[in-house]
């Protein structure tokens, strides 16, 4: 498997460490309540096909990277800085 | 009083020469880590080449040359090897002195990529790898620094403590490939 790191490009999936569901990056509001912190700490979908997940390029640059990939063929479809993602749903937020 | 003798992270290891490849330890005289403060980048970038007559460089990419180099270490970092690093660049960069911190070795000869094919996990072919590209990579299990220092001439960082084992893989490869030429 390899996964482009969008600052060192393509590189052999041995470089990436897996950290999760990218939804960690949509932290609720300290004041969102229960359901939504419960929610974004507990659960998660675990879907036949795509999928976005956090990778950390630690054997190479450090960047975290949300990973678009789908889970029954192991397509690596999309790769995104984490930052940039970060700063667009931050601008996003009403 | 007891005597307190420095020693090279690779002392007793290096030099090394086997096939068309020989491995020889550099000892710069000093490394220090540059991570630029947010919005600072330029100003760095102009405090280094007063300072230092080189540039930021882009990533993936080294700077200045034999002596003092200025190599891109990772997001928002820089590795200035070589030259003490002046104090003019200290508004503008945190900055943590790791002379002590890396074995840095060079790698060089008619077979120096095909050693390192053997190791790393990317292409350090010269058509792609050229002369001033750097890369944060792994050499075996290591994380390390690879920098083309020349046509035939690779730079090798790896944390000091894994001297040992980088001489270790650097060896191996180097026989496997000496095997296969028949030399
Ligand atoms: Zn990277």
Wanted: some cysteine; proline content about 4%.
């Amino acid at each position: 498997m390899r996964i482009t790191c969008p600052i060192c490009g393509e590189r052999d999936r041995r470089e990436f460490y897996y950290v999760g569901d990218a939804v960690l990056l949509e932290r609720p509001d300290p004041e969102a309540g229960e359901a939504a912190w419960d929610d974004y700490l507990h659960n998660r979908d675990n879907p036949a096909g795509d999928t976005r997940d956090l990778w950390s390029h630690e054997g190479g640059c450090g960047a975290w990277v949300v990973v678009t990939r789908n889970t029954v063929t192991h397509e690596v479809l999309a790769t995104e800085l984490a930052s940039d993602v970060a700063a667009d749903l931050r601008e996003a937020r009403p | 009083m007891a005597e307190l003798i420095a020693k090279t992270p690779c002392a007793g290891l290096l030099p090394l020469e086997g096939g068309a490849v020989a491995v020889t330890e550099v000892v710069p005289e000093a490394m220090t880590l540059m991570a630029p403060f947010n919005g600072r980048e330029a100003a760095f970038s102009d405090a280094l080449k007063d300072a230092h007559g080189m540039a930021t460089p882009a990533p993936k990419r080294a700077t200045g040359r034999e002596g003092a180099r200025a190599v891109w270490f990772g997001r928002g970092q820089v590795m200035l090897i070589g030259a003490r690093a002046q104090t003019a660049l200290a508004g503008h960069a945190a900055q943590t002195d790791q002379s002590d911190a890396w074995a840095a070795v060079r790698i060089a000869g008619d077979d120096a990529e095909a050693v390192l094919a053997r190791l790393v996990p990317m292409d350090l072919r010269q058509r792609v790898f050229k002369r001033g590209h750097t890369a944060r990579t792994l050499l075996g299990h290591m994380t390390t620094s690879i920098t083309r220092v020349g046509d035939d001439a690779f730079m090798i960082l790896v944390f000091r403590s894994m001297a040992e084992t980088l001489v270790h893989e650097l060896q191996t490869a180097m026989k496997g490939v000496a095997g296969r030429r028949g030399a």
